[in-house]
């Protein structure tokens, strides 16, 4: 993905698996973007990549296929 994706009026979600705890990243979705950042620093870099790409990403999370082995 190039270019800049603009997320200055998206409504950043926090999961509900943060329990209100420090280390937890934030996600924003707008015109076929997902925006990610660190919840701690709300004006940091915001890593953004293409809906699909972060689909894909989410499924390999759900089938383990991003689990650690070691």
Do not use: H, Y
């Not at 698996?17 to 707008?30: H, I, L, M, R, T």
């Not at 915001?46 to 894909?56: C, H, M, W």
């Not at 390999?60 to 650690?68: I, Q, S, T």
Request: charged share 20%; aromatic share 8%.
């Amino acid at each position: 993905m190039t270019g800049k994706a603009d997320l200055s009026a998206a409504n950043w979600k926090k999961s509900s698996f943060s329990s209100g705890g420090d280390n937890c990243v934030e996600v924003a979705f707008a015109g076929g973007v997902t925006g990610i950042r660190d919840s701690k620093v709300a004006q940091c870099p915001v890593l953004a990549v293409t809906a699909d790409a972060f689909a894909a990403f989410l499924g390999g999370v759900k089938d383990g296929g991003l689990d650690r082995t070691v």
